[in-house]
């Protein structure tokens, strides 16, 4: 690559980061735009309100009718008149029949509640005590980008259940009466026949966060066991992501027992589990949000179970998720169920931050070194330069530049050490001439030999490589589990956390799909460039006819395995080779001079050099086959 291209690359760098500044929305038009989303969501609420009324009143409606008729068929049956029985009166009899002192909450006026902070605003419904709609102020679905609800009237079952007596009782059958705490909590209240006895449910937003204070309270109540009591929570994901596929396979439940590491269920099939230990926390876990519930003593392993079920067919929900959790509390006159529930967001900081044992691992950064390169090094260098409000596909630049920087002397020893190895190539040609391909052994022993007497090591330029692979596979977990970048635009790319498409298909191509990510295509040809370029460095390997082939292979199969992730894994590993290329063409041209380089190796060659243990064992053990050889 000529000083030329060089300067060429450089300006089209200059021209994005100029294109990005340019084309980047005002304060103003930012703030008109978050109040748009606002507006928007306050009629997706109300909306939603409606519609859990409306439902609601069609549900005691068709009670009442059903037990006006069962009246009316009693009144036939012993003869008395119709006209004086008080059908509210019977209607409230079997209510108070069906849930015991419980009774009174079997009516009452419905109503949804609405409470917020400055990050989620959920709408409670007073029957069942539930919260119908939980909102994300600061997201919204990828489709139609409306705003994001991780849930909605009859998307699941919300519900504390518990035994009175031999009656099995749940909080969804019941209307509580509501107490406004503020703008940001409420408590509700199902009565019992007896005034001093009650059920107490309260919803408290802590200011500033994602967090949810949840309590269950048994007044005066002795005669239910506390620990029998019943958290449920069958929830249904929405399926708020560009690509579903995705979506789905980073999708499951998450959980942490209070003395081991955290565990997941499949993320690709139906799966489920029961806790078999005290549980800090369980989450359901979409692609980029997390709904949990944490305690901090542990929820008993005693009946509690979680599941997740995969709904293939539905265009609107992705999956479903279940989870069964008992509280353990003791027995008493006022036993408190108490614990924090988690609506937000999969961002690194904003979990670790929450001092919860391992929440922040709900994000998959991988396993070992690859989940400290992660930690410690990339999103670190992520985090400092979002500070610049710039546009995440000049983030990713930047970054690509400071990591290939980080990995500059790496690259350099690997560099010189395939031209350490080529200089060689004449002392090389004169073996493979005098051995040919009659006698492998000796031909590879006097290869061997002429390494060591140049101070060369065939495997000197595979260590460098292999200490870049982690940092390689990190990115590769690292941008499809950051949300900052989900529904960030760069250049052709709508959402950098999804793939880009610049044609759709009429047809659909087997494990390729039915789009063309450019990415992935500028990926893939820059992967054929390096590698015609490093194959120019590298001598010509013997005996491996086959290897070239697969070095040109490869860039062809990433074309299929890469065509549906992220754009911004595609995108970077197309920088990161543009950078390699930039880097080796410099350090040839002006870091290593070859005539140099094979000077010190003819002079090494003169120099007497001992061998080593494992170098004697070695030619004694070849010695030994060919005295074999010849004794056949």
């Known amino acids: ?26 304060a103003e038009e930012r703030a008109r735009m978050q109040h748009e989303q606002d507006s928007i969501a306050e009629v997706a609420i109300k909306k939603q309100a409606d519609h859990a009324d409306s439902a609601l009143a069609d549900q005691q409606q068709q009670v009442k009718n059903a037990t006006t008729v069962a009246t009316a068929d009693a009144t036939m049956d012993t003869g008395l008149v119709a006209d004086s029985v008080n059908a509210d009166s019977l209607l409230a009899a079997k209510q108070h ?43 919204k679905t990828y489709h139609e980008h409306n705003p994001l609800l ?19 009782l749940s909080t969804k059958d019941m209307n509580f009466t509501a107490e406004k705490l503020g703008t940001t909590g409420v408590r509700l209240r199902a009565s019992t026949t007896d005034p001093s006895k009650y ?32 958290f449920h929570w069958n929830l249904t994901g929405f399926h708020n992501e560009k690509h579903r596929p995705t979506e789905e396979q980073h999708s499951t439940v998450y959980y942490k027992y209070l003395n081991s590491d955290r565990d997941y269920l499949s993320e690709s099939k139906d799966d489920s589990k029961k806790l078999e230990a005290k549980t800090n ?46 509280f353990g509390q003791e027995p008493s006159e006022h036993a408190i169920l108490a614990m924090q529930m988690y609506l937000g967001p999969n961002q690194y900081n904003t979990l670790r931050q929450t001092g919860i044992p391992d929440f922040s691992r709900v994000i998959d950064l991988g396993w070992g070194i690859f989940g400290w390169m992660n930690r410690f090094l990339v999103i670190p260098i992520f985090n400092f330069l979002s500070q610049f409000n710039l546009s995440y596909g000049i983030i990713i630049l930047v970054l690509t530049v400071v990591i290939k920087m980080l990995l500059l002397p790496i690259a350099y020893r690997n560099q010189k050490s395939s031209i350490r190895m080529r200089a060689l190539k004449p002392e090389i040609a004169a073996i493979t001439a005098k051995f040919g391909s009659d006698d492998a052994m000796k031909k590879q022993q006097a290869t061997m030999d002429l390494y060591r007497k140049a101070g060369v090591s065939p495997v000197a330029g595979c260590v460098p490589m292999l200490l870049q692979m982690p940092v390689l596979y990190a990115m590769f977990r690292f941008f499809p589990s950051s949300i900052e970048l989900r529904q960030q635009s760069f250049l052709w790319a709508d959402d950098l956390s999804s793939y880009d498409s610049i044609l759709t298909l009429p047809f659909n191509i087997p494990a390729y799909g039915s789009h063309v990510s450019l990415f992935t295509l500028l990926m893939a040809a820059s992967t054929i460039i390096y590698t015609l370029v490093n194959s120019k460095q590298m001598p010509q390997q013997q005996g491996m006819p086959n290897m070239k082939v697969m070095m040109y292979m490869f860039p062809v199969m990433m074309l299929f395995f890469m065509n549906s992730l992220p754009a911004g894994l595609s995108y970077y590993y197309f920088l990161a080779n543009v950078i390699s290329i930039l880097q080796m063409t410099v350090i040839t041209k002006w870091f290593l001079d070859e005539d140099k380089l094979r000077e010190q190796l003819l002079a090494n060659m003169k120099k007497p050099r001992k061998k080593s243990k494992w170098q004697q064992r070695m030619e004694e053990i070849q010695k030994q086959q060919q005295t074999a050889k010849k004794r056949r």
């Open 1 to 26: 690559m000529d000083r030329n291209s060089i300067i060429g690359i450089l300006l089209i760098i200059a021209i994005l980061f100029g294109y990005q500044y340019l084309t980047m929305p005002s």
């Open 97 to 139: 029949e069906r849930l015991g002192i419980f009774g009174p909450a079997a009516s009452g006026h419905n109503e949804v509640v609405t409470i917020a902070n400055e990050h989620l605003q959920v709408a409670i419904n007073t029957f069942g005590a539930r919260p119908n709609v939980i909102r994300l102020k600061a997201y």
């Open 150 to 168: 991780l849930s909605v009237p009859d998307s699941g079952a919300y519900e504390y259940n518990f035994f009175l007596g031999n009656r099995k």
């Open 281 to 326: 926390w369980v989450a359901f876990k979409q692609d980029f949000f997390t709904v949990a519930m944490v305690k901090k003593d542990g929820f008993t392993s005693n009946g509690s179970e979680i599941s997740i079920t995969t709904l293939p067919d539905d265009t609107l929900y992705s999956k479903r998720y279940d989870a069964k959790l008992f």
């Open 199 to 230: 059920l107490q449910i309260t919803y408290q937003l802590d200011s500033g966060t994602w967090f949810m204070n949840t309590t269950a309270e048994l007044v005066g109540l002795p005669e239910i066991d506390p620990r029998n009591v019943m």
